[in-house]
């Protein structure tokens, strides 16, 4: 599975999380099922004519979704006040719980350079994009200003 489709599993399995829906262990298992539902769809249906191998490796969970899903939740704390020392005129109880867990998962891989920051911060813009925004382009400008700032502090540690 390509890094932009698991870094859309680990938003909906960390908005689980938050919500309330599940624990952890059972956020995991419901995103693998539902990717498990998904790659057998893919493989019954007849109009898709992509070999059986492609489609395997299409709808293969890799070790970062569990990898990043842990991370962070283990460093929930420094993530989250990052956030509060960069939002302005908005606190983090009053975020979007879906952008809440976009950003959380951005400032996890800034914080651990997982890919370069601009990369990062264009997914997390992307996946505002796809989930939260509702045409007036005002989460995606909010959470890339909010980003931006935050890797800059990053990057002068």
């Known amino acids: 599975m390509n890094r932009r489709a ?3 599993l680990i938003v909906q399995t960390l908005y689980h999380m938050e919500v309330g829906i ?3 262990e059972d956020a995991v298992f419901n995103m693998e099922a539902f990717v ?4 057998e769809k893919a493989l019954s249906t007849s109009e ?3 070999s059986e191998a492609v489609i395997e490796e299409a709808f293969t969970m890799d070790d970062y979704y569990l990898r990043a899903v842990d991370g962070v939740m283990a460093n929930l704390e420094e993530i989250d006040q990052l956030i509060v020392d960069h939002i302005e005129g908005w606190s983090i109880n009053r975020l979007n719980k879906v ?3 976009i950003l959380r998962l951005a400032v996890y891989e800034m914080m651990h350079d997982v890919a370069d920051v601009k990369i990062i911060i264009n997914e ?4 505002t994009k796809n989930f939260t925004d509702t045409g007036d382009k005002k989460s995606p ?5 909010l980003l931006d700032k ?6 002068k540690k």
């Open 6 to 8: 698991t870094r859309g």
């Open 22 to 24: 599940s624990e952890k």
């Open 36 to 39: 498990d539902h998904l790659k």
């Open 48 to 50: 898709i004519n992509l």
């Open 99 to 101: 952008d809440k867990a």
């Open 124 to 127: 997390a813009i992307e996946l």
């Open 141 to 145: 400008s909010f959470n890339n200003k």
């Open 150 to 155: 935050i890797s800059q502090k990053l990057q």
